[in-house]
């Protein structure tokens, strides 16, 4: 049992350059979601999936694009990368998008990415 | 201002002490509050949750929360090195209970 798996770890881009950040549960669950985390501060939400073929914008959405591939996968793309974007990206999971007593929120390892 | 504020640390104890970590938040409609712990280069876990005000006790951890002070705070008793990591704060509504709002964390140093 996998949990939630992200690739890739690490990630140096360019100015410019576009990339996406691949999330996997296997867990069956159906919400999941997309944080960004800047050294010093908490979690910033950017974008949620309630459940399959669902997305929805969160704190922080500029920049980014999102796709619910299937109800395993969720990505995460950056069409131009910019410095600002430098952070460590976890990609989540949870049962559903209510009532956390019935469920825990899992997170992924994290995707560390440097945009010069 | 943020709605979730946390005492930023960092903060350094001796193995066997009692640790407070807190965090304000200016929200009304947050009812569930979380602890989530995070080890260096790891993605957070929930370590707690509590819905609405009280106390809920795990073990030597015990969450606490109070809605008229909207205050909540984390106690570790008999604190660990392997307790060392950033603590992270999170509290929701009871619509949409998986968005929470973070706050930035605290970093605790057990020594031994």
């Known amino acids: 049992n996998a949990g939630v798996t992200q690739t890739p770890k690490f990630q140096v881009l360019k100015t410019g350059q576009s990339m996406t950040l691949q999330c996997a549960q296997d867990?069956?669950?159906?919400?999941m979601y997309w944080y960004r985390q800047d050294p010093g501060m908490g979690l910033r939400l950017i974008y949620y999936?309630?459940?399959?073929?669902?997305?929805d914008k969160g704190e922080v959405p500029n920049g980014y694009n999102v796709s619910r591939l299937n109800k395993r996968e969720f990505s995460l793309r950056l069409e131009s990368a910019a410095p600002s974007q430098t952070s460590v990206y976890f990609c989540?999971?949870?049962?559903?998008?209510?009532?956390?007593?019935?469920?825990?929120?899992?997170f992924g390892p994290g995707t560390r990415l440097l945009v010069l | 201002q943020k709605e979730v504020e946390q005492d930023p640390g960092p903060l350094s104890v001796p193995e066997g002490a009692i640790v407070s970590l807190n965090c304000t938040y200016s929200?009304?409609?947050?009812?569930?509050f979380m602890w989530y712990r995070q080890y260096s280069r790891k993605g957070p876990e929930l370590l707690m949750y509590?819905?609405?005000?009280g106390n809920k006790e795990d073990g030597r951890f015990t969450a606490q929360v109070d809605k008229s002070s909207k205050y909540i705070s984390l106690f570790i008793r008999d604190s660990q090195p392997s307790d060392s990591a950033t603590y992270l704060c999170?509290?929701?509504?009871?619509?949409?209970?998986?968005?929470?709002?973070f706050g930035d964390g605290t970093t605790l140093t057990v020594k031994p």
């Open positions: 989540a999971s949870s049962e559903t998008l209510d009532s956390i007593a019935k469920e825990t929120q899992y």
């Open positions: 867990m069956n669950h159906n919400s």
């Open positions: 999936s309630a459940s399959e073929g669902t997305t």
């Open positions: 929200n009304s409609a947050f009812q569930y």
């Open positions: 509590t819905y609405s005000s």
């Open positions: 999170a509290m929701s509504g009871n619509t949409n209970a998986g968005k929470s709002t």
